[in-house]
């Protein structure tokens, strides 16, 4: 009772306080003042604890938000350190959030495509941001965007048609079902309207809403489903549906469980007989196309339901997130709970990405953080605060090669883009620019430091004027850095 | 001059002694560390040495809070500036760093707070209107709190709630256009959740209610009157905080009435959201400061005449209650198939200086 007393005092002497603020002025919102100082003690606050992430290789990831924003978030350095976002492009509007993303990830002139909730797909450069092409949808569809919005897309790597190496393909799926494959050329003058789009477009459902859209290693089969859709398999080149799923029969009580799949994943590249799906009531289902058209397996994860699957590179392991923020891997050959990914995560998970050569696995979803883990440990191994609910997560896998490429292996590079600058003389090779080469300068920089000192109990000895002397080789070495670098620069140009 | 010296050779003499008691009290720790009391095995030796510890770490205390006090004095007598006065630990200011903390110069936050499922309501395109009904077994206290709710927000209606679904529920205020649902969920005749439902596409809050006090069990209290209420938020802090109290705003037109007096306070302290309910009165009380600071009375009767002082009187009208966030759900509710945008789960409690709102 004295306690509950107490309180009530409290109670009142801060809106007594606050009440005489209030009164003159308009009500807006929050009490600044009082916010104003907390934030004054969390300046001078002493942290009581600290955070142990180990923090994770050098790699770089794109985070796609629901205001339309494109984050790039890099994990920079030889030694493990802490992800961070380094660049944000677009401007926050939220009729352009994105709802699917599609990279083509490779060392030379790499695409991203970026589906939007208001029916557009932009064509960006992933390495800077800038818009290459913007495709608007609504041309060529009836209905509104808000209507028959686009739920998947996928950018294939290989050229669709024996046009000009310029011209790019992907592939959209809409709520309605409505898939379409569209070819377009990249203009010359950057951010400029495409209109010459040819597309392809055909039904994949007559009723319910597809959600998601996959496409198999080899870019010939593709994978829908969604709410009241049985997962269905199309060969692309024909575009012919080759394959429907069928529901599990009724369970011991009779109940049937209508269908209603959120995800999908191919087991492996190679492979597009077997996949993975979730389902809303919280099913994990593996496919078979092959052998039945009911599912060879599934199991139960947790009890809501399953907004993210993916696939291991070595098709023997998926990874599963909920609606509720947990994420596990499965065994799925024996559909045995390998382990779960613990780590404060609160939020659905609405994209699962797995690194292609690290061991690294990139989680985001609703509660606006992205996620990097372990994949051997199941050790978070960082966590970078993104503002915004984010729909989607790329790897962009080329970044920490450049690091570490020396200079030396420039030779086959150079053959390789000869041979496609054959037919695309015109086009100047977009490379991987100011970035890489700062790292490779400072990397080579810090060789040298350490060729020189030997161990960090010399520089200490050293006095001034040896250091003198020390900083005139590290310029002469990095003015012969610059040297060779133009060299490359002229080289490239030849 | 000479005070001051000898009150400096004091202090020497006393530091010094000072110093010589800390070597012993020095050995004494290092023999107590050797043998710490729960080492000791036999009881009676153990609360024996264990009281004499106790007694030690009373008297340095007593000594340090003797020291200060004393120094104050000094630098008072002086007229020194006193050695400043050390802030307290508390949890709140050792609270962990949190990254989601909203900054005020966050252009994105602001652009999401326009993109967000309240802001036709806060940007006073739409004037909520509420509809409050109850869990399926409903009684005593339950319809009590349910009346004082209607109370407390205005353009609010109570349903039945009959045996329909919640999903119905939702779909049927959808349709008359309304802007929230909530459910007083009672358990054992005692309300002890709430759950808000944002329409017709807004988030679902799940919340814990605790020390529920209704308004005829508040002592003195006034009753409010339909005038639009005023609202306090305080210490919504990081993103997650931010987005509940724009969902407890939003069940309140923007529009408050200044004349009608009323305040409504959602206070949140280490999590828990306190909600409070008042009038306030601006009084001028002239005579009463007179006669209360009666001795120098001359100078003050000047003084209050020229500008009599106003002070602000509060009458609590009630319910009070506190509330703790269970879940906040993306989309309308759906208990099997929903969307979290954030969970309570136990791993989080980890620490006890980690809060979330």
């Known amino acids: 009772m004295s306690k509950g007393r107490r309180k009530a005092s409290n109670a009142a002497v801060f809106t007594a306080s606050a009440a005489v603020n209030r009164a003159v002025s308009k009500f807006s919102g929050y009490n600044s003042r009082q916010e104003g100082r907390a934030q004054k003690l969390q300046s001078t606050m002493p942290r009581t604890t600290t955070l142990d992430t180990p923090g994770c290789p050098p790699l770089r990831a794109l985070a796609f938000d629901s205001l339309g924003l494109i984050k790039v978030v890099e994990c920079k350095g030889e030694e493990k350190g802490a992800a961070k976002m380094v660049e944000k492009w677009g401007q926050p509007d939220a009729s352009s959030a994105v709802v699917a993303a599609s990279i083509l990830d490779r060392e030379f002139n790499p695409l991203l495509a970026v589906a939007r909730k208001n029916g557009s797909v932009d064509i960006l450069t992933p390495v800077n941001g800038a818009i290459q092409a913007s495709i608007s949808n609504l041309s060529?569809?009836?209905?509104?965007?808000?209507?028959?919005?686009?739920?998947?897309?996928?950018?294939?790597?290989?050229?669709?048609?024996?046009?000009s190496l310029r011209s790019y393909t992907f592939l959209t799926s809409t709520i309605k079902g409505c898939a379409s494959i569209r070819s377009f050329e990249l203009p010359e003058s950057r951010a400029e309207i495409v209109s010459d789009v040819t597309q392809t477009t055909w039904s994949t459902s007559g009723s319910g809403e597809t959600l998601f859209l996959k496409v198999d290693g080899s870019e010939c089969y593709s994978l829908f489903g969604g709410k009241g859709v049985e997962v269905n398999v199309w060969d692309l080149l024909t575009s012919t549906k080759i394959w429907t799923a069928?529901?599990?029969?009724?369970?011991?009580?009779?109940?049937?469980?209508?269908?209603?799949?959120?995800?999908?994943?191919?087991?492996?590249?190679?492979?597009?007989?077997?996949?993975?799906?979730?389902?809303?009531?919280?099913?994990?289902?593996?496919?078979?196309?092959?052998?039945?058209?009911?599912?060879?397996?599934?199991?139960?994860?947790?009890?809501?339901?399953?907004?993210?699957?993916?696939?291991?590179?070595?098709?023997?392991?998926?990874?599963?997130?909920?609606?509720?923020?947990?994420?596990?891997?499965?065994?799925?050959?024996?559909?045995?709970?390998?382990?779960?990914?613990?780590?404060?995560?609160?939020?659905?998970?609405?994209?699962?990405?797995?690194?292609?050569?690290?061991?690294?696995?990139?989680?985001?979803?609703?509660?606006?953080?992205?996620?990097?883990?372990?994949?051997?440990?199941?050790?978070?191994?960082?966590?970078?605060?993104?503002?915004?609910?984010?729909?989607?997560?790329?790897?962009?896998?080329?970044?920490?090669?450049?690091?570490?490429?020396?200079?030396?292996?420039?030779?086959?590079?150079?053959?390789?883009?000869?041979?496609?600058?054959?037919?695309?003389?015109?086009?100047?090779?977009?490379?991987?620019?100011?970035?890489?080469?700062?790292?490779?300068?400072?990397?080579?920089?810090?060789?040298?430091?350490?060729?020189?000192?030997?161990?960090?109990?010399?520089?200490?000895?050293?006095?001034?004027?040896?250091?003198?002397?020390?900083?005139?080789?590290?310029?002469?070495?990095?003015?012969?850095?610059?040297?060779?670098?133009?060299?490359?620069?002229?080289?490239?140009?030849? | 001059m000479g005070a001051k010296r000898k009150n400096s050779g004091d202090g020497d003499g006393s530091s010094n002694g000072d110093g010589k008691e800390v070597k012993k009290a020095k050995k004494k720790e290092s023999m107590a560390e050797s043998l710490l009391p729960s080492m000791i095995k036999n009881k009676e030796k153990r609360s024996e040495v264990h009281a004499k510890l106790k007694h030690q770490k009373k008297l340095e205390k007593r000594k340090k809070a003797k020291a200060r006090e004393a120094a104050e004095k000094r630098a008072l007598d002086l007229g020194e500036e006193p050695p400043p006065k050390s802030i307290p630990r508390t949890i709140e200011n050792t609270r962990e760093f949190d990254e989601t903390i909203c900054m005020p110069d966050d252009e994105e936050l602001f652009a999401g707070n326009d993109a967000d499922e309240f802001a036709p309501v806060l940007n006073q395109e739409l004037t909520p209107k509420i509809l409050i009904t109850t869990c399926r077994f409903n009684s005593t206290r339950g319809p009590?709190?349910?009346?004082?709710?209607?109370?407390?927000?205005?353009?609010?209606?109570?349903?039945?709630?009959?045996?329909?679904?919640?999903?119905?529920?939702?779909?049927?205020?959808?349709?008359?256009?309304?802007?929230?649902?909530?459910?007083?969920?009672?358990?054992?005749?005692?309300?002890?959740?709430?759950?808000?439902?944002?329409?017709?596409?807004?988030?679902?809050?799940?919340?814990?209610?605790?020390?529920?006090?209704?308004?005829?069990?508040?002592?003195?209290?006034?009753?409010?009157?339909?005038?639009?209420?005023?609202?306090?938020?305080?210490?919504?802090?990081?993103?997650?905080?931010?987005?509940?109290?724009?969902?407890?705003?939003?069940?309140?037109?923007?529009?408050?009435?200044?004349?009608?007096?009323?305040?409504?306070?959602?206070?949140?302290?280490?999590?828990?959201?306190?909600?409070?309910?008042?009038?306030?009165?601006?009084?001028?009380?002239?005579?009463?400061?007179?006669?209360?600071?009666?001795?120098?009375?001359?100078t003050d009767k000047d003084e209050g005449s020229s500008e009599p002082k106003v002070i602000a009187r509060l009458q609590e009208c009630g319910p009070r209650f506190t509330l703790k966030l269970r879940s906040l759900q993306h989309g309308t509710f759906d208990s099997k198939g929903g969307e979290f945008e954030w969970v309570h789960k136990p791993e989080m409690d980890t620490s006890r200086r980690r809060f979330f709102l």
């Open chain 1, 140 to 163: 060529q569809t009836q209905d509104s965007p808000q209507d028959n919005a686009i739920v998947g897309l996928h950018l294939f790597k290989k050229p669709w048609s024996e046009s």
């Open chain 2, 144 to 298: 009590a709190f349910i009346s004082d709710l209607l109370s407390v927000i205005p353009n609010s209606v109570y349903y039945k709630r009959g045996t329909y679904d919640l999903k119905k529920i939702v779909e049927y205020a959808k349709n008359k256009d309304f802007s929230f649902v909530i459910v007083v969920h009672t358990n054992r005749r005692e309300p002890d959740a709430l759950l808000m439902i944002g329409l017709p596409n807004g988030p679902t809050a799940h919340f814990k209610v605790s020390n529920l006090v209704l308004r005829k069990d508040i002592k003195n209290h006034g009753n409010p009157t339909s005038h639009n209420p005023e609202l306090i938020m305080n210490n919504f802090t990081t993103r997650l905080g931010h987005r509940i109290g724009r969902l407890f705003q939003s069940l309140f037109p923007q529009d408050p009435n200044f004349r009608g007096r009323r305040v409504v306070t959602f206070h949140n302290q280490r999590d828990f959201i306190f909600f409070r309910h008042h009038r306030y009165i601006f009084e001028t009380k002239e005579s009463k400061q007179v006669s209360s600071k009666g001795k120098n009375a001359k």
């Open chain 1, 246 to 494: 069928k529901s599990p029969a009724k369970n011991n009580l009779g109940i049937f469980t209508p269908t209603w799949f959120t995800s999908a994943s191919f087991l492996s590249k190679d492979d597009h007989r077997k996949f993975v799906s979730g389902t809303h009531n919280h099913q994990v289902r593996l496919y078979d196309t092959s052998a039945q058209r009911r599912p060879v397996m599934s199991f139960d994860f947790r009890d809501t339901p399953i907004k993210a699957v993916s696939g291991d590179l070595d098709g023997q392991t998926i990874y599963v997130g909920n609606g509720s923020g947990d994420l596990a891997s499965f065994d799925i050959r024996t559909g045995k709970l390998l382990g779960s990914f613990v780590g404060k995560c609160a939020g659905s998970i609405r994209s699962i990405v797995r690194h292609p050569e690290l061991p690294v696995l990139a989680s985001c979803g609703l509660d606006s953080y992205l996620r990097f883990w372990d994949i051997n440990s199941r050790q978070l191994l960082s966590a970078v605060f993104l503002k915004q609910p984010l729909t989607d997560v790329v790897f962009d896998s080329y970044f920490g090669n450049k690091e570490v490429a020396p200079a030396l292996d420039l030779q086959p590079q150079l053959e390789c883009l000869s041979e496609i600058s054959d037919g695309e003389e015109d086009m100047a090779p977009r490379k991987r620019k100011k970035t890489s080469k700062k790292h490779k300068e400072s990397k080579k920089l810090k060789l040298s430091k350490t060729g020189m000192h030997g161990s960090g109990d010399v520089s200490e000895i050293l006095d001034s004027s040896e250091e003198n002397t020390l900083q005139d080789t590290r310029k002469k070495a990095s003015k012969a850095h610059k040297r060779s670098d133009k060299l490359k620069s002229k080289r490239t140009k030849q």
